[in-house]
């Protein structure tokens, strides 16, 4: 007998059951990511920053979002929503529990854009869940969380990137690939632009605790210490509160612009040797001697920036000066800097190419540009400075031991008790 590639076909389907048409979807065919190759991606506390995040995921095609854990349902429900709206179905769950979501064994990854006090503990759990992990900045509230998040994220290989998206935005990755170059000479001086340095720790008047499904009040204050509900504190209006906020703000803004000083000072491997306040500015001076200025962007005087916007910052050598801020231009010392080209505009809170590089190495398994290492030393900078400007002096730092010099009261700074039953 002669059998056909056809006969062969339609006679299989029929003994094993097999589908004789195959979705080209599930194929990867006319444009679609099979099954196979998609990264599958929950949230946990996706605000309003952490819905630009999440839009920037929809976008690719290689992802599917599944499931949203919120403590307010308010938020929980825009999501799923909005994930449903995305792909046409009513796939996207929604809860209030996050160990649900971490619990999946579907979940490759998760997005956690909750407040600064869940940020760390939120993607230690996650990582020891086995998930990758995008997360919003700043990424701990002490200088203990940055480490013990690192140490954690490289103790279970998980893939991680800090929402410090310019390092994946075009002027900024621009003008610190010029310092980096040695066409400013050798580098002096790199300056971060910071918010207004400030802390209360003050509270709100107690009001009605809603009812736990609409917002679950002791799982949003999760490690904080305990105080009364206040709508203003779940409504974003939570900054600048020290148990929430940590670092008189410096992180806030420093989570990014140090960030970037570091990447500009070739300096991701270390921190600076010292800190001193002056006001509102925060002086820091490396090993090698290269100043770090972490001041407000409305500085006046010398080195007045050139560039407008907001997360500025200015490298400067000796053989001229580049800056950039989030208006995406660049500003330079001599046009001769810019001879080859200068970059396309890109606005600095865009998270678009650095969530697609999280994909990217989530398939790989390389390290991202904001990975748990260079996170870590980043954001002990603005709280090692921070500490500083709270005792009002000059303190010594070890890059080494990632403490302070001879300094008790500094040390003792440098962690936080966890409300029970959150630890690590």
Known sequence: MKFTRRHFLKTAAVAFGMPTI??????????????????????????????????????????????????????????????????????????????????????????????DRWHALASILAAKAGKDIYCEKPCSMTIRESQELADTLNRYGRVFQAGTQRRNVDNFRFAAELARSGKLGRIHTVHAGILPLEESHKWLPEEPEPARDVVDWDR??????????????VQGRWRGYYDFHGGAALPEWGAHTVDLCQWGASADHTTPVEFEADGQTINGRYANGVKLVMRLAGFKGEGNWVVPGTCPVRFEGDEGWVEA??????GVSSPALLAGGAPAEMHGTDPTKHVREFLDCVKSRAKTAANADVTRRGHIISHAASIGWRLRRKVQFDPVTESFVNDVDANRMCSRARRAPWHA
Not at 27 to 37: R, T, W, Y
Not at 91 to 107: A, N, P, Q, W, Y
Not at 325 to 330: L, P, S, V
Request: glycine residues 10%; aromatic residues 8%; contains cysteine.
């Open 22 to 115: 195959i979705p080209a979807a599930v194929l990867g065919k006319n444009g679609a990511v099979a099954p196979s190759n998609r990264i599958v991606l929950g949230g946990i506390g996706i605000g309003p920053r952490g819905r630009e995040d999440l839009k920037a995921f929809l976008s690719q095609a290689d992802v599917q979002f599944v499931a949203i854990a919120d403590v307010q349902e308010a938020r929980r429900e825009i999501v799923r929503v909005t994930a449903n709206r995305q792909y046409g179905n009513q796939d996207c769950v929604k809860t209030r529990d996050m160990f649900e979501v971490l619990g999946r064994s579907d979940i490759d990854a998760v997005l956690i854009a909750t407040g």
């Open 220 to 233: 949003w204050l999760g490690p904080a210490p305990w105080r009364p509900y206040h709508k203003d504190y």
């Open 325 to 330: 801020a989030d208006t995406g231009k660049i």
